[in-house]
Each structure stands twice: as C-alpha cells, then as structure tokens.
C-alpha cells in the first residue's frame, strides 16, 4: 500500500483490503483452483469476489438458480461456456456475464486451455458454498452433481430442473 493510500485510511478512519498476486484464500475443487479475493468480511458482506482457473474440459455444475444473490463473471483468459436455460453463450477473454436471481445458468471449459474469470457475489452468499465442497471433497465425498445441489440448497440455489 502506498504512503498516500495509507495517509487516506488513517484520515478517513476506513480499512482498505489489498490482497495481492499469491494471495487470498485457495479452493480447490477437483480441476478448478479459486481464489477468494474477498469473502465479504471487508464489504459488510455486500460483495464477494473471486478468482477461478478451470482446467481444460472442465464440466461446471448443475444448471441452477440462485433465489438470494447476483452472480457476475469476468472472462480474464480463455473461453468458458454459459448455458443459460437452453442457450449457450462462448465467453471469451474480456466478456462480463452477469446472472440475476432467479436465471438458470451453468458454465464449463469446453476447450483445450485454461481459462481464468473473475466471480462476484452480491451478497456475498455463496463464497462458503465454495468451501463447504472443498471440507466435502477433503471428507472424502467425490463432487458429483447429486453433492453440488445438495449444498446449493444451503445456499438459496436450487437446480433449473426444467432445463436438466
């Protein structure tokens, strides 16, 4: 943080959060490493962000909708695939997907790259559904769509059955 940033927070009695490259809180699940930028701890739990690097030809989950929260994504790198009930959209870097509550939506890498996007959550809702499947894959439960819906209802999301 540069002087006059830290100058301004002192002044304005605000703390600022930086997290900066390598840091932040990791999630791996399966071939999908997140990076929690910010779990809403810093945003009165208004917004949460984060970073997600999908492996090649990696599935997302269940199509579902989400009742509480808005989701955006920020293509950084690559192409993911959205499929918003029986449409697919091709992402590719520097495209902003954003999902309302209530739209059915699910995305995948369907290519032979990586690709990185950027998540946001607001309210900041679904940044422990991420790590409820991470405690689950580590107690041994394999990630299977059963398991991602089941803690989907934890979080105001349920699966878009009618486009399943």
């Given at each position: 943080?540069?002087?006059?940033a830290k100058n301004d ?37 208004r917004l949460g962000i ?11 989950p269940p199509q579902h ?100």
């Open positions: 943080m540069t002087d006059e927070e002192k002044n304005s009695g605000a703390t600022v959060s930086v997290v900066r490259p390598g840091e932040g809180e990791s999630i791996m699940l399966g071939a999908t490493r997140m990076r929690v930028l910010e779990d809403g701890s810093n945003t009165g739990h984060a970073e997600s690097v999908l492996a090649p030809y990696t599935p997302g909708q989400h009742a509480q929260h808005d989701e955006g994504f920020y293509i950084i790198s690559g192409t993911v695939r959205f499929t918003v009930g029986d449409t697919d959209y091709d992402a590719a870097a520097g495209t902003l997907v954003m999902v309302p509550p209530g739209a059915p939506h699910t995305f995948a890498n369907i290519t032979g790259q990586p690709a990185v996007m950027l998540s946001t959550f607001t309210p900041d809702l679904y940044v422990q559904y991420f790590r409820d499947l991470q405690d689950m894959i580590a107690g041994g439960r394999e990630l299977t769509p059963q398991v991602n819906v089941e803690v989907m209802s934890h979080y105001a999301t349920e699966p878009a059955t009618d486009f399943a």
